[in-house]
């Protein structure tokens, strides 16, 4: 853990040791496609919505790195943003599928088609 | 990481584009065949292919920077990170799914220290792994049939099975590729990161943090007082790239004092100068969302009583007639025993949610 | 401006180059144009602000006859306005400008512009027309509010508000200061006459005379809209007083006998206008609608379409007469049309039964005259017959109106006879008698003297002469029709048949009980007349009680004081119209009008020469006769006999031997005429003509205009509409209403333009590599 301290102090060590900024925005990305196939293929609401937070999160990887790379702290701010919308989004997003459930009985997207051309 | 100022920033300066987009090919296979199917699923060779394509990505772009040495908990937290998240998008179980979102929340903390935002790592802990998580957990609780034992059949047909998982898999890992393809050929053309030095100016708008620490260190005697600038009365006179300040002494002459080693700013510092005085209606914007969502997922969950005309009329006639009137003569039936009753009657297990219902847990089986 | 100069110098070069300066007179006399007072502006507000009231009175449901005296104040105050800017007016003419209504500027400095103000343009010839006009409006507007009087709570509203707005309206057109207004009005006058004769909106054949009025009058408007164009594009101006002068030397040009240097535009905008005027006027071949317009009430009869709109068109060419003058075919074409359509309309208003319908014919009769007075050069004679036939029309419209209203809509002159002995009806026949009279040319009438200006002037003026006789026989026939109805329907055995509704509205139930006393008893007249008066005394003791209550029994009311008392006065005013034609050296009108722009012009002989058709010359030698004699002199007894003649005539088939109101002895001498009195009965059958020649082929027309919009518009639209169904079912499977679906749609297209972000900015690399 103490390399972990090290790293985590400011000013001392360069930015980034041993790690580049690359490294951080593939995990990133790839946790957004994970995220993306998950939404796409489970037909459990709340899954599909567990996985938007996926989606969510690495999206804040993705913006915590670029904050560090640039020394700039908007980044972090940016991702207390994040949090509060995703924050939001769960409570209604959970609040819309006990709603839906509630008239159907079912969490499958499947039950709510009808829109359909 | 060196990033090429010469020539075309493309790509191949970081990681050899066929190990590229091949890890991604096999990494969507890996992902495709780890989706959960009905029947056997060979889910555990597809995680096996999915975290070789991962790995053989980033080994590549460790490879592109050797000067750098590999820092081995990055490696850790993204592996956790990405096989966590690879669980919660095929875990037939909600109640699994969520619990390894935990653990997607935990390693994506560890990043976040590891790229000093530790304020930002435990608040994802607290708000993420603390609060959200737990609600979820709740609506799968109360919204899923599953019983404790350890049988698949006892599935809903919902989450047994993934849908079109192919397409799926096609889709979101071309985008992957895209976007890989987006953000290291824009990587090339980030300017220089900016001198960690810089916001260490900040440091005069901390006087009493700087003073208690000069005094903890006998560098401020009695009497001494720190030199504020003449345009900004707030702000010390400190040089953050020298580190030094000001310091005016008991007898009257003004010098420059070394600061103390260990006095840095710390994130949370930084980072509340940047939330409140860059971005100031953020907060306020935070909160108005909240609230908001409050509000709505409370009248979104608000249980919808459904009377019908009789009953309507018979409340009127009793609301009219007042207390002990006319009206408290007819038996007013409850839409509470009404709405149980049905759900009883139908045997539903979802009785528990279903409209007018007491809302008893256990209701619908009883 | 720049249009206005350019025209200008035109026609100088036209005057200068024949004539040298100094031999350069004026065709007429341009009125000296002063600034007139703001008060004129009221005439036409008054009225307006009226028709406010009254539409204010239908918002509260105003249950009085408040409408009524609103209109009959107002009016009457406009009246008085008038005759005060006629005491003010000495001569020339007067401008009023009220506000700034239309003005255009284009152009490359901004200096083409066209202005139409909202300006009242007061001569003689407007002060005239407007002092019979408020004034009639008035008595009709008193008329109206007893005759309209089952009509209140109802349409009582609706039928003043219209009312005041046509005075609004035809004092626009009236005393309008350009063309713009003038057909404001114009149009204004036809929206009203529309709304008025479909007053009674429930009665089919009133909506559809109505609608023809409507239809007929944009036939003409059409002709009065083009005029108006062209008279914009070819002398810049829309404003009386520069278009007058601008006109003048064409004018000149005329007079002189330089026909070559008047263009085809200029022969071309008399017509147009004079289109117009047909169409307004109801002249041969638009007259079909005013007889059909006797379906709204008949104070609307009297006054719309007898006394002023109709005389619309008469303005509209005296108003514009220097540009008439300045054309060699325009008044030609004038005059023949009035001609003929005064012959047509004798002709079949002596085979109608209907007395309102009578009327009409006559009217349209007249309106004929009055053209060709304006044709054959009598300004002063067409205007003077405006004037006249205004007052005896009306009485006459507002006599029959009254004969109407008290025997509950029977017009039919079979069904009534002897109803001026009748107790209470004395001052109305009196009225009426007054009405035939002038109407017939009787000496020394009004009416006869106006008839008397234009038959001899159309004998004076050279190439006019078959006018004259045509309107002589015309008057011959005019005085047997008069009178066929005037001895049919008030004088004679007293009998009468009421009919079967009260004006025209089914409003009451009385029911069709014919009240015919010794009906089938010739032999025993006088027997029979006494039975009469007896029964009559009885009704007199049953007045009490109202009328419409008494289903078995039908007693016609006598009109009330209002109706009374405008009769007498109307009658009074058009006897002593007569009088105007001995002030002056030719009578009073004559005198108005030459101080105004519709004066008489003369030609020069080389003018006469030169245009074949020829204005009156100066030069007495060259004024036509009357078989030799000179026509004003000879015409006094020529048409007091011709109209004797008539008067005689009608007496001996009419009234004498006539027991019942059914026949007389001219049915005896129908079958010797044959087809031709059924012809003139079915009115020539110009409508079923109209019908074949017009109205049949442009159905057929619109059938095959049907089937083409249907096939290939519709077609088309169907083929625009089938396309994006087709695209829309072919892609419709993509809308599966399933969640995900979508997803994948937003991640590929997200993919899709990051790729293409990608590439371009791998392009652009390379392009700056």
Same mark, same amino acid.
């Given at each position: 853990?103490?390399?972990?301290l090290?790293?985590?102090?400011?000013?001392?060590?360069?930015?980034?040791?041993?790690?580049?900024?690359?490294h951080?925005?593939?995990v990133?990305?790839?946790?957004?496609?994970?995220?993306?196939?998950?939404?796409?293929?489970?037909?459990?609401?709340?899954?599909?919505?567990?996985?938007?937070?996926?989606?969510?999160?690495?999206?804040?990887?993705?913006?915590?790195?670029?904050?560090?790379?640039?020394m700039?702290?908007?980044?972090?701010?940016f991702?207390?943003?994040?949090?509060?919308?995703?924050?939001?989004?769960a409570?209604?997003a959970?609040?819309?599928?006990?709603?839906?459930?509630?008239?159907?009985?079912?969490?499958?997207?499947?039950?709510?088609?009808?829109?359909?051309? | 990481? @060196?990033?090429?100022?010469e020539?075309?920033?493309?790509?191949?300066?970081?990681?050899?584009p066929?190990?590229?987009?091949?890890?991604i090919?096999?990494?969507?296979?890996?992902?495709?065949?780890?989706?959960?199917?009905?029947?056997?699923?060979?889910?555990?060779?597809?995680?096996?292919?999915?975290?070789?394509?991962?790995?053989?990505?980033?080994?590549?772009?460790?490879?592109g920077?050797?000067?750098?040495?590999?820092?081995?908990?990055?490696?850790?937290?993204?592996?956790?990170?990405?096989?966590?998240?690879?669980?919660?998008?095929?875990?037939?179980?909600?109640?699994y799914?969520?619990?390894?979102?935990?653990?997607?929340?935990?390693?994506?903390?560890?990043?976040?220290l590891?790229?000093?935002?530790?304020?930002?790592?435990?608040?994802?802990?607290?708000?993420y792994?603390?609060?959200?998580?737990i609600?979820?957990?709740?609506?799968i609780?109360?919204?899923?049939?599953?019983?404790?034992?350890?049988?698949?059949d006892?599935?809903?047909?919902?989450?047994?099975?993934?849908?079109?998982?192919?397409?799926?898999?096609?889709?979101?890992?071309?985008l992957?590729?895209?976007l890989?393809?987006?953000?290291?050929s824009g990587?090339g053309?980030?300017?220089?990161?900016?001198?960690?030095?810089?916001?260490?100016?900040?440091?005069?708008e901390?006087?009493?943090?700087?003073?208690?620490?000069?005094?903890?260190?006998d560098?401020?005697?009695?009497?001494?007082?720190?030199?504020?600038?003449?345009?900004?009365?707030?702000?010390? @006179?400190?040089?953050?790239?020298?580190?030094?300040?000001?310091?005016?002494?008991?007898?009257?002459?003004?010098?420059?004092?070394?600061?103390?080693?260990?006095l840095?700013?710390?994130?949370?510092?930084?980072?509340?100068f940047?939330?409140l005085?860059?971005?100031?209606?953020?907060?306020?914007?935070?909160?108005?969302?909240?609230?908001?969502?409050?509000?709505?997922?409370?009248?979104?969950?608000?249980?919808?009583?459904?009377?019908?005309?009789?009953?309507?009329?018979?409340?009127?006639s009793?609301?009219?007639?007042g207390?002990?009137?006319?009206?408290?003569?007819?038996?007013?039936?409850?839409?509470? @025993?009404?709405?149980?009753?049905?759900?009883?009657?139908r045997?539903?297990?979802?009785?528990?949610?279903?409209?007018?219902?007491?809302?008893?847990?256990?209701?619908g089986q009883? | 401006?720049l249009?206005?100069s350019?025209v200008?110098?035109?026609?100088?070069?036209?005057?200068?180059?024949?004539?040298?300066?100094?031999?350069a007179?004026?065709?007429f006399?341009?009125?000296e144009?002063?600034?007139?007072?703001?008060?004129?502006?009221?005439?036409?507000?008054?009225?307006?602000?009226?028709?406010?009231?009254?539409?204010?009175?239908?918002?509260f449901?105003?249950?009085?006859?408040?409408?009524?005296?609103?209109?009959?104040?107002?009016?009457?105050?406009?009246?008085a306005?008038?005759?005060?800017?006629?005491?003010?007016?000495?001569?020339?003419?007067?401008?009023?400008?009220?506000?700034?209504?239309?003005?255009?500027?284009?152009?490359?400095?901004?200096?083409?512009?066209?202005?139409?103000?909202?300006?009242?343009?007061?001569?003689?010839?407007?002060?005239?027309? &407007?002092? $019979?006009?408020?004034?009639?409006?008035?008595?009709?507007?008193?008329y109206?509010?007893?005759? &309209?009087?089952?009509?209140?709570?109802?349409?009582?509203?609706?039928?003043?508000?219209?009312?005041?707005l046509?005075?609004f309206?035809m004092?626009?057109?009236?005393?309008?200061?350009?063309?713009?207004?003038?057909?404001?009005?114009?149009?204004?006058?036809?929206?009203?006459?529309y709304?008025?004769i479909?007053?009674?909106?429930?009665?089919?054949?009133?909506v559809a005379?109505?609608?023809?009025?409507?239809i007929?009058?944009?036939?003409?408007?059409?002709?009065?809209? &083009?005029?108006?164009?062209?008279?914009?594009?070819? $002398?810049?101006?829309?404003?009386?007083?520069?278009? $007058?002068?601008?006109?003048?030397?064409?004018?000149?040009?005329?007079?002189?006998?330089?026909?070559?240097?008047?263009?085809?535009?200029?022969?071309?905008?008399?017509?147009?206008?004079?289109?117009?005027?047909?169409?307004?006027?109801?002249?041969?071949?638009?007259?079909?609608?005013?007889?059909?317009?006797?379906?709204?009430?008949?104070p609307?009869?009297a006054?719309?379409?007898?006394?002023?709109?109709?005389?619309?068109?008469?303005?509209?060419?005296?108003?514009?007469?220097?540009?008439?003058?300045?054309?060699?075919?325009?008044?030609?074409?004038?005059?023949?049309?009035?001609?003929i359509?005064?012959?047509?309309?004798a002709?079949?208003?002596?085979?109608?039964?209907?007395?309102?319908?009578?009327?009409?014919?006559?009217?349209?009769?007249?309106l004929?005259?009055?053209?060709c007075?304006?044709?054959?050069?009598?300004?002063?004679?067409?205007v003077?017959?405006?004037?006249?036939?205004?007052?005896?029309?009306?009485?006459?419209?507002?006599?029959?109106?009254a004969?109407?209203?008290?025997?509950?809509?029977?017009?039919?002159?079979?069904?009534?006879?002897?109803?001026?002995?009748?107790?209470?009806?004395?001052i109305?026949?009196?009225?009426?008698?007054?009405?035939c009279l002038?109407?017939?040319?009787?000496?020394?009438?009004?009416?006869?003297?106006?008839?008397d200006?234009?038959?001899?002037?159309?004998?004076?003026?050279p190439?006019?002469?078959?006018?004259?006789?045509?309107?002589?026989?015309?008057?011959?026939?005019?005085?047997?029709?008069?009178?066929?109805?005037?001895?049919?329907?008030?004088?004679?055995?007293?009998?009468?048949?009421?009919?079967?509704?009260?004006?025209?509205?089914a409003?009451?139930?009385?029911?069709?009980?014919?009240?015919?006393?010794?009906?089938?008893?010739?032999?025993?007249?006088?027997?029979?007349?006494?039975?009469?008066?007896?029964?009559?005394?009885?009704?007199?003791?049953?007045?009490?009680?109202?009328?419409?209550?008494?289903?078995?029994h039908?007693?016609?009311?006598?009109?009330?004081?209002?109706?009374?008392t405008v009769?007498?006065?109307?009658?009074?005013?058009?006897i002593?119209?007569?009088?105007?034609?001995?002030?002056?050296?030719?009578?009073?009108?004559?005198?108005?009008?030459?101080?105004?722009?519709?004066?008489?012009?003369?030609?020069?002989?080389?003018?006469?020469?030169?245009?074949?058709?020829?204005?009156?010359?100066?030069?007495?030698?060259?004024?036509?006769?009357?078989l030799?004699?000179?026509?004003h002199?000879? &015409?006094?007894?020529?048409?007091?006999?011709?109209?004797?003649?008539?008067?005689?005539?009608?007496?001996?088939?009419?009234?004498?031997?006539?027991?019942?109101?059914?026949t007389?002895?001219?049915?005896?001498?129908?079958?010797?005429?044959?087809p031709?009195?059924?012809?003139?009965?079915?009115?020539?059958?110009?409508?079923?003509?109209?019908?074949?020649?017009?109205?049949?082929?442009?159905?057929?027309?619109?059938?095959? $205009?049907?089937?083409?919009?249907?096939?290939?518009?519709?077609?088309?639209?169907?083929?625009?509409?089938?396309?994006?169904?087709m695209?829309?079912?072919?892609?419709?499977?993509?809308q599966?209403?399933?969640?995900?679906?979508y997803?994948?749609?937003?991640?590929?297209?997200?993919?899709?333009?990051?790729?293409?972000?990608?590439?371009?900015?791998?392009a652009?690399?390379g392009?700056?590599?």
């Amino acid at each position: 853990m103490q390399d972990v301290l090290t790293l985590a102090q400011a000013g001392g060590t360069p930015p980034m040791a041993g790690v580049t900024l690359a490294h951080y925005l593939f995990v990133s990305a790839a946790m957004f496609a994970l995220g993306l196939v998950g939404f796409l293929v489970r037909r459990n609401l709340i899954v599909m919505f567990l996985c938007t937070e996926l989606m969510f999160q690495a999206s804040g990887i993705a913006l915590i790195a670029f904050a560090r790379y640039h020394m700039e702290m908007s980044g972090q701010t940016f991702v207390i943003f994040v949090l509060t919308v995703a924050a939001a989004e769960a409570a209604l997003a959970l609040a819309l599928v006990v709603l839906l459930f509630r008239r159907r009985d079912s969490l499958s997207t499947e039950a709510w088609q009808e829109m359909r051309g | 990481m @060196e990033p090429s100022r010469e020539g075309v920033p493309l790509v191949e300066q970081l990681v050899n584009p066929f190990l590229l987009y091949g890890a991604i090919a096999l990494g969507g296979i890996g992902v495709c065949v780890a989706l959960p199917r009905r029947g056997v699923s060979p889910q555990a060779i597809g995680a096996l292919l999915a975290a070789i394509a991962g790995a053989a990505v980033l080994i590549g772009l460790g490879l592109g920077a050797p000067e750098a040495l590999p820092n081995i908990h990055f490696y850790i937290f993204s592996a956790i990170a990405l096989g966590s998240a690879l669980r919660v998008i095929s875990h037939p179980r909600p109640v699994y799914a969520a619990l390894y979102f935990v653990l997607v929340v935990l390693s994506s903390a560890g990043l976040y220290l590891l790229l000093s935002a530790e304020f930002m790592a435990f608040a994802l802990i607290i708000i993420y792994a603390g609060a959200i998580l737990i609600t979820y957990l709740f609506v799968i609780m109360l919204a899923t049939q599953s019983p404790t034992e350890d049988r698949l059949d006892m599935l809903a047909d919902y989450d047994r099975a993934a849908r079109e998982p192919v397409v799926a898999t096609g889709a979101a890992f071309v985008l992957l590729a895209v976007l890989t393809t987006l953000l290291f050929s824009g990587i090339g053309q980030l300017p220089e990161p900016r001198d960690a030095m810089a916001r260490e100016g900040l440091m005069a708008e901390l006087p009493r943090r700087v003073e208690s620490s000069l005094r903890g260190d006998d560098l401020l005697n009695r009497g001494d007082e720190l030199v504020y600038r003449a345009d900004e009365p707030w702000a010390l @006179e400190l040089d953050a790239v020298e580190r030094t300040v000001l310091v005016r002494r008991a007898t009257g002459e003004v010098e420059a004092v070394g600061l103390p080693d260990d006095l840095r700013l710390r994130n949370v510092e930084s980072l509340a100068f940047n939330f409140l005085n860059e971005h100031p209606a953020t907060i306020e914007i935070a909160g108005v969302i909240l609230l908001m969502a409050m509000l709505g997922a409370t009248v979104l969950s608000r249980r919808q009583v459904e009377l019908d005309e009789d009953l309507k009329a018979a409340q009127a006639s009793k609301l009219r007639l007042g207390p002990g009137g006319g009206g408290a003569a007819q038996p007013v039936p409850k839409a509470p @025993e009404r709405g149980d009753a049905a759900s009883t009657q139908r045997g539903l297990p979802g009785g528990r949610f279903s409209s007018g219902g007491r809302d008893a847990p256990g209701g619908g089986q009883a | 401006m720049l249009m206005h100069s350019a025209v200008q110098n035109a026609a100088e070069a036209v005057v200068g180059g024949a004539v040298s300066a100094a031999d350069a007179a004026r065709a007429f006399a341009l009125p000296e144009v002063t600034e007139g007072p703001w008060w004129v502006a009221l005439i036409p507000f008054l009225p307006l602000l009226g028709a406010a009231l009254c539409g204010l009175c239908a918002a509260f449901k105003v249950k009085s006859k408040l409408p009524a005296w609103i209109t009959v104040a107002l009016l009457a105050t406009s009246f008085a306005i008038t005759v005060a800017m006629f005491q003010q007016l000495s001569g020339g003419a007067s401008i009023s400008h009220a506000f700034r209504w239309i003005e255009f500027r284009w152009g490359p400095e901004a200096d083409q512009i066209f202005t139409a103000n909202f300006s009242f343009y007061a001569d003689n010839l407007s002060i005239l027309w &407007m002092l $019979f006009v408020t004034g009639l409006a008035t008595l009709i507007a008193l008329y109206a509010s007893e005759y &309209m009087s089952h009509e209140v709570g109802t349409g009582y509203c609706r039928f003043f508000a219209a009312f005041c707005l046509f005075v609004f309206s035809m004092s626009c057109l009236v005393l309008g200061d350009n063309l713009i207004l003038l057909f404001l009005g114009w149009e204004g006058v036809g929206l009203c006459s529309y709304l008025l004769i479909g007053y009674y909106y429930k009665k089919p054949s009133a909506v559809a005379a109505a609608k023809k009025a409507f239809i007929m009058n944009r036939i003409g408007d059409l002709g009065l809209l &083009m005029g108006i164009f062209l008279t914009f594009v070819h $002398f810049g101006t829309v404003e009386y007083r520069e278009l $007058f002068a601008l006109a003048e030397p064409y004018v000149l040009a005329l007079q002189q006998g330089r026909i070559g240097d008047i263009p085809a535009i200029v022969n071309l905008i008399p017509v147009l206008l004079a289109i117009g005027a047909f169409g307004k006027s109801a002249q041969f071949p638009l007259y079909v609608w005013l007889p059909d317009a006797m379906e709204g009430p008949t104070p609307v009869s009297a006054l719309i379409h007898a006394a002023t709109m109709v005389t619309a068109g008469v303005y509209l060419i005296a108003r514009t007469y220097p540009l008439f003058l300045a054309s060699d075919i325009a008044l030609p074409l004038v005059a023949w049309v009035g001609a003929i359509t005064a012959l047509l309309a004798a002709t079949i208003g002596m085979a109608q039964f209907d007395i309102k319908r009578i009327m009409a014919y006559s009217t349209v009769s007249q309106l004929g005259f009055m053209f060709c007075g304006l044709a054959v050069l009598t300004t002063a004679g067409g205007v003077f017959h405006v004037l006249t036939h205004a007052f005896f029309k009306a009485t006459l419209f507002l006599a029959c109106g009254a004969v109407m209203h008290g025997f509950a809509g029977q017009l039919d002159l079979r069904k009534l006879s002897g109803v001026m002995f009748m107790p209470g009806w004395l001052i109305v026949g009196l009225a009426m008698l007054v009405g035939c009279l002038n109407l017939a040319g009787f000496p020394f009438t009004a009416g006869y003297f106006s008839k008397d200006l234009i038959l001899a002037e159309a004998f004076i003026t050279p190439t006019m002469a078959p006018i004259g006789w045509i309107l002589l026989f015309t008057a011959g026939l005019t005085a047997y029709y008069t009178f066929r109805v005037f001895f049919r329907v008030f004088v004679g055995p007293k009998e009468f048949h009421p009919g079967d509704d009260a004006h025209g509205e089914a409003e009451t139930d009385v029911e069709e009980h014919s009240e015919q006393v010794e009906q089938g008893n010739p032999q025993a007249e006088a027997v029979g007349e006494k039975a009469h008066d007896v029964g009559d005394e009885a009704h007199g003791a049953d007045e009490a009680e109202d009328h419409e209550h008494g289903h078995g029994h039908f007693h016609p009311h006598p009109p009330g004081w209002a109706i009374n008392t405008v009769l007498a006065t109307l009658a009074l005013a058009s006897i002593l119209a007569a009088g105007l034609y001995f002030i002056g050296d030719k009578g009073w009108v004559d005198g108005m009008l030459q101080s105004s722009t519709a004066q008489q012009v003369y030609l020069t002989q080389e003018g006469t020469r030169a245009s074949g058709y020829a204005l009156v010359t100066a030069e007495p030698a060259a004024k036509g006769t009357f078989l030799g004699f000179d026509p004003h002199k000879a &015409m006094y007894y020529v048409s007091a006999v011709v109209g004797l003649i008539g008067i005689g005539v009608a007496f001996v088939l009419h009234y004498l031997g006539r027991t019942e109101a059914a026949t007389s002895r001219a049915d005896k001498l129908l079958p010797a005429m044959g087809p031709i009195a059924t012809w003139a009965q079915d009115k020539w059958r110009v409508d079923e003509l109209y019908d074949m020649v017009i109205v049949k082929p442009l159905r057929v027309i619109s059938h095959i $205009f049907h089937v083409i919009d249907k096939l290939i518009v519709d077609g088309l639209v169907n083929l625009f509409g089938v396309l994006p169904r087709m695209i829309g079912s072919a892609l419709r499977p993509v809308q599966s209403g399933q969640l995900q679906g979508y997803a994948v749609g937003m991640a590929v297209g997200l993919a899709f333009v990051l790729l293409v972000v990608v590439l371009m900015a791998v392009a652009g690399a390379g392009v700056a590599s």
